[in-house]
């Protein structure tokens, strides 16, 4: 079951229009092709699989191409980006953060709060989550699994507190 926000029909960026859709079972061949070219740690067909099922899956367009995607799970009052995802062709065009502030806009409609957890050594996602206002509100040591010939890394967990829609 997904979850429905009251999010934009496109966002506007550079004189580029990109329309914000939902993404389902059906899009996974190229979610998850965008997904292994564009993440370093990329999700697994089968996280995709059952969180189409469970959260909200929704993203960017161009056309018939995406251009980003994120996974949101709601649970009592509290949002969680599960995932967050700018295509490599469009990384630090601005993408990531006014798809970033349309989300946390729309979760104000279902939570007082959205978390997220980072990799320590992910530093562009840190610029962008801080930028955005995220604040770092633990540590979990040895959290993510290692690469080969790496060791396991830790996860900095990230809080936005999110104002009370407008009425
Ligand atoms: C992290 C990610 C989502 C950022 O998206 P993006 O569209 O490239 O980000 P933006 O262009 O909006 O940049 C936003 C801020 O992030 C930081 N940033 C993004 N790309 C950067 C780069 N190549 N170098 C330095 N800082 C960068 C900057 O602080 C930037 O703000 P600024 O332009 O005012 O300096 C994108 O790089 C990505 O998909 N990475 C792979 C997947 C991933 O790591 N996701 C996060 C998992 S928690």
């Not at 506007?12 to 998850?32: H, K, N, P, Q």
């Not at 959205?114 to 979990?140: C, D, P, T, W």
Request: glycine residues 8%.
């Amino acid at each position: 079951m997904s979850v429905d926000l009251p999010l934009p029909a496109f966002i506007s960026l550079a004189g580029e229009r990109f329309d914000v859709a939902a993404f389902t079972a059906a899009d996974l061949d190229a979610i998850v092709a965008l997904e292994q070219r564009s993440h370093p740690h990329p999700w697994s067909r089968e996280n995709f699989r059952s969180s189409a099922g469970h959260h909200c899956c929704v993203g960017l367009q161009q056309g018939d191409s995406w251009v980003a995607y994120a996974v949101l799970s709601f649970v009592v009052g509290e949002a969680e980006l599960l995932l967050f995802v700018v295509d490599k062709d469009w990384q630090g065009k601005g993408i990531g953060s006014r798809f970033l502030e349309a989300l946390t806009q729309a979760a104000q409609a279902k939570a007082q709060t959205m978390f997220l957890e980072v990799r320590a050594s992910n530093e562009h996602a840190i610029a962008l989550y801080e930028k955005a206002g995220f604040n770092q509100v633990g540590l979990r040591p040895g959290y993510y699994p290692a690469g080969k010939g790496s060791r396991r890394e830790d996860a900095l967990l990230y809080a936005l507190e999110l104002p009370s829609p407008e009425m």
